[in-house]
């Protein structure tokens, strides 16, 4: 221990994961000094809870969004004392208002917080030892990485006076894009999600008016959730059978046809998720990553009604396009891109006055520019997942070196445990995460 008394448990990252991990620390009584790192003046709201343009709706209902798994009206209740007394639970908040309640979780929770980053971790004689910015070196009895999601993968061939010239920009949460963006300059979008569909309503809600192009390998856009909610309903399959991708697919078709509405069967899974995705083999997992994520992703991860009905009358009215294709290379031709776009019938060009980036959080942690990561990763106490990114560990988040050892005294909480699990990265599943760890590393401390 590093006192003969309190154990310190140290939280990488003071974003959404990171703070229900400490309130539910606090919530269960944890005897340990809980620390917080985050460079973040205001932590709390990481990259989703920290916009201010209030059409960034969010994408779970009300009565969803609790902090609490055993008491699913916290977040309903506080909405309704503190923001909007008719507040609705079959509605959809402003992100930006979840963020105020994810401040309020914080200081209830009240950690320290250390307004550092960490550089690298490593054990010695049976603690961890965080290497900070600052020059400081903090001891800790248990580390939990919370460090969410990543900037996205840089496009390849982007010419680099495109992105000197502020024509290309890899980050789409940047203020500049959005204050540099004239009325009716036109907008190409690298990505077609959940990023992409932000982009495009802060666009709007910035008096953007001009053309926007989003390209995607498929071209698809999220869907919608209904106005109201979908009947809950058994999981469409058995969480105890040793399922294939082909064999989801198939029990998902059977679903639909015996008239489930789709949504329904979607959402049927959501408890059980993991537990099918962790009892099928790895080449199963592989498979599906590959040839069906990407449809579970836009049936999933579904948007507000009147974040839909935006798109639905862009579309409509000729200012918005989805369409199928890849972005090759962007150059710089005079003061506007010239974007190369890979499609089935060849290479097609496309001018615009801004190219975004919008293809979603890197998950190669030896690329998101984490030294912290790329450190223990190069040492080997972490291990990147088979699966194509992420963290490789337990379902209660112990991580595994390279050995494939674990000690229980790592974790990892949120969007980093991706590599292993199958739904890891909305508030739901991370609120339960927090819960259960929290309850394991109470019993460590007592």
Partial sequence: MTSASVPVFVIVGGGASGTL????????????????????????????????????????????????????DHFLRWLRETVD????????????????????????????HWQVRATDCYREDGQWHLDLDDGRVLLADVV????????????????????????????????????????????????????????????????????????????????????????CVPPIVDAQML???????????????????????????RCVSNRIWLSMPVVERQRFRRHLQRRWDIARHRIAP????????????GRLVFARGHVHSVGLQGKCAEVTVGTSEGMKVLQADRVVNCTGPHRDYLKVGSPLLKNMLE???????????????????ALTDVRGDTHGDIFAIGPMRIGTLFES????????QAAALAGLLAKRAA
């Fill in 21 to 72: 991990l400490a309130l539910h620390l606090r919530n269960a009584n944890v005897q340990a000094r809980i620390i917080i790192l985050d460079p973040a003046e205001k932590p709390a709201l990481g990259l989703a809870y920290s916009t201010s343009c209030p059409q960034h709706l969010l994408n779970v209902r009300n009565c969803s969004m609790s902090a609490f798994p055993e008491d699913p």
């Fill in 144 to 231: 939990i990485l919370a460090q969410g999601n990543f900037d996205p993968a840089a496009l390849r061939n982007v010419e680099p006076r495109a992105q000197a010239e502020g024509v290309y920009e890899h980050n789409a949460w940047q203020q500049v894009l959005y204050d540099e963006t004239g009325a009716e300059m036109s907008v190409v979008l690298a990505g077609t999600g959940l990023t992409a569909v932000d982009v495009v309503v802060k666009l709007r809600e910035s008096g953007h008016r001009g053309k926007i192009t989003a390209l995607s390998r498929h071209g698809w856009p999220p869907q919608a959730h209904l106005s109201q909610s979908t009947p």
């Fill in 379 to 397: 040492r080997g106490d972490l291990r990147q997942s088979v699966l194509g990114g992420g963290l490789e560990c337990l379902e209660d988040g």
């Fill in 425 to 432: 990265v909305a508030i739901p599943e991370i609120r339960d």
């Fill in 243 to 269: 399922l294939t991708a082909v064999g989801c697919l198939k029990a998902f078709k059977k679903a639909v046809r015996g008239g489930m509405p789709w949504r329904t069967a979607v959402d049927s899974l």
């Fill in 85 to 112: 007394v008719g507040a609705a639970p079959h509605n959809f908040s402003p992100r930006m208002i979840f963020g105020q309640y994810l401040r309020h979780c914080w200081h209830d929770a009240e950690p320290e």
């Fill in 306 to 317: 009147e974040v839909a009905a935006l798109l639905e009358s862009e579309i409509r009215e």
